[in-house]
């Protein structure tokens, strides 16, 4: 049946540019296949073209050997399909091959071009440069069906002009742009949103190619979608910013029997939600680089431990004050390296904070080192509670106070040593000889108290010179001096003394005198006339 002119539409031409890889053509072959069923009812000659365009890319990409992809054209006339490959390969020599001559089939080639010469009612090849095939298959009019075009899938297919109507009212009414193409990538269909979005009408788009209207499209992601639709039937979604409208827009493409359609939806708000997703991704990480630095450099100790005791993370500083690696330590719990004597108030305070009795909690305590000895540490604990699916767990500062408490203890025995002694002891200060300390026995000695001692100088408590004591000062504090004096207490009564004096420098570099000063009246009255009482003292 010949088709009445008016019924038949200006078939386009489909057009492929493949790389020489059998995958691509096989995709091809079924989108070729998609174009000829439009035109033609009769598989036998959809068969026929088929075949001798497979036949001729297959032996383009056996024997080529071009750099660049061939080009495959398929197109109606109105009565026959026409159909070439070109390719700019090495080509071959176009005058040897007799298409009339039935090949040898013991030979290497002439068998591909002889079955398309005997399927194909016309075929012409020319050499220039690479090979030409250009085939002819005539007669496809009489199996030509009467179609019209189908907006809501893109086929070409025989529809009622009532349900054509309906399914255009149904694609206005939709949330998404969509629009159809033809196979020269020619606009047949764009509904109301597709034209907004694209700042066109659909009367400006219909029947052009979105390439003549926007140039710029050429090479962009666009082209290289459209065309996996069209050329290898591939359906595809991407995103892009538009070059054309400056906005973001998620492209949905499927190939039709009739070419490709596109779904279009704006995305601008979802995607500045994902870049500012991605901005507090990076300032998170960029926050636990920090965190993490932190944790990994602080001078004491650090350690994140479950509830149940057993340390999470542990820093390196932690490690080295105990004397264990990083991985002895992560998974072991703190009561196996507590002593003893102190676990029980560590366990207490940990269950106050888990009450929420506390926000912190702090005490000393000793741990045992991977090496059996004790070590004392300043431990303040905090419970944190993530608010999502992390398990709440305490956070720990460790602070090394071995060397503290060694100074405590020392200063503990000093001090019973200052309390406790017999003989008077006097800090004095050498610039000035004023009294800065006293102990309990230069309170009982002198009759002071011991404020009022610190309110007086040596030179309150020594009938001697100014200029005498202050020379003694200076020698006891370059190497210390040992003599005898006479000291006067609060009633005046004077008593003679043996004075031990050695200088030392306080923590603020101040210079001061350490007296020992013993009282030796007894001595002198049980040997009278051994020392002279006018010596300076």
Same mark, same amino acid.
Request: hydrophobic share 40%; with cysteine; proline share 4%.
């Given at each position: ?22 995958? #691509? ?24 073209? *088929?075949?001798?365009?497979?036949? !001729? ?28 490959? =070109? ?7 176009? !005058? ?49 069906? *009467? ?59 219909? /029947? ?96 994140? %431990? ?78 944190? #509670? ?26 503990? #025995? ?9 003989? =008077?002891?006097? *800090? ?57 004096? %006479? ?11 043996? *004075? ?8 603020? /570099? ?13 001595? #002198? ?13």
């Amino acid at each position: 049946m010949i088709q009445k002119e008016s019924s038949r539409r200006a078939w386009p031409e489909l057009r492929f540019e493949l790389p020489l890889e059998p995958a #691509r053509l096989l995709r091809a072959r079924e989108r070729i296949r998609d174009y000829l069923r439009l035109l033609c009812t009769d598989d036998a000659i959809i068969d026929d073209v *088929v075949f001798c365009l497979t036949e !001729a890319c297959t032996n383009v990409i056996r024997h080529s050997g071009a750099s660049a992809a061939m080009e495959v054209s398929v197109r109606f006339t109105g009565d026959a399909v026409v159909a070439e490959v =070109i390719d700019r390969g090495r080509g071959f020599d176009v !005058a040897a091959i007799d298409l009339e001559r039935t090949p040898d089939i013991m030979g290497t080639g002439g068998r591909g071009l002889f079955l398309m010469a005997r399927l194909m009612d016309e075929l012409h090849v020319e050499s220039d440069h690479g090979v030409r095939l250009h085939m002819e298959k005539h007669g496809l009019h009489e199996s030509c069906p *009467v179609s019209s075009f189908d907006p809501a899938t893109g086929d070409l297919q025989p529809i009622e002009e009532h349900r054509e109507t309906r399914l255009r009212a149904l694609l206005e009414e939709i949330d998404e742009g969509f629009l159809a193409m033809d196979w020269g990538y020619r606009y047949v269909y764009v509904n109301a949103l597709a034209a907004e979005i694209s700042g066109k009408t659909a009367e400006e788009l219909i /029947g052009r190619t979105p390439f003549e209207v926007w140039p710029e499209l050429l090479g962009t992601t666009l082209e290289t979608h459209y065309r996996e639709a069209m050329e290898l039937g591939k359906p595809s979604v991407f995103e892009r910013l538009s070059p054309v409208t400056h906005s973001w827009l998620e492209t949905r493409v499927y190939p039709t029997s009739a070419g490709i359609s596109a779904y279009l939806r704006r995305i601008d708000e979802r995607k500045r939600v994902e870049r500012e997703r991605e901005r507090l991704v990076v300032d998170l990480r960029r926050s636990e680089r920090r965190l993490w630095a932190t944790f990994e450099q602080a001078a004491v100790g650090v350690a994140h %431990v479950a509830l149940d005791g057993r340390f999470l993370r542990v820093n390196e500083r932690f490690c080295r004050m105990l004397g264990y690696t990083r991985a002895e330590l992560e998974g072991r719990r703190f009561q196996e390296i507590t002593h003893p004597e102190d676990l029980p108030e560590q366990l207490r305070l940990v269950e106050v904070l888990k009450r929420g009795g506390t926000t912190s909690a702090t005490l000393d305590k000793r741990y045992i080192r991977r090496d059996g000895r004790e070590t004392w540490a300043g431990l303040t604990m905090s419970l944190v #509670r993530t608010g999502d699916d992390e398990p709440p767990y305490l956070v720990g500062i460790i602070q090394d106070i071995s060397e503290r408490r060694a100074s405590e203890a020392l200063l503990q #025995r000093y001090e019973l040593l200052w309390t406790a002694a017999p003989d =008077i002891m006097l *800090v004095v200060r050498r610039r000035d000889a004023r009294i800065l300390d006293a102990n309990q026995a230069a309170e009982a000695a002198y009759g002071y108290e011991a404020e009022r001692l610190r309110e007086l100088t040596m030179f309150d408590l020594r009938a001697d010179s100014k200029a005498h004591i202050l020379e003694q000062l200076e020698q006891a504090t370059r190497g210390g001096l040992l003599f005898e004096a %006479v000291h006067r207490r609060a009633d005046g009564r004077l008593f003679p003394v043996e *004075v031990s004096s050695r200088g030392v420098l306080t923590e603020g /570099g101040e210079e001061v005198v350490l007296s020992v000063v013993r009282d030796i009246g007894g001595r #002198r009255s049980r040997g009278a006339g051994r020392h002279g009482a006018g010596e300076p003292g």
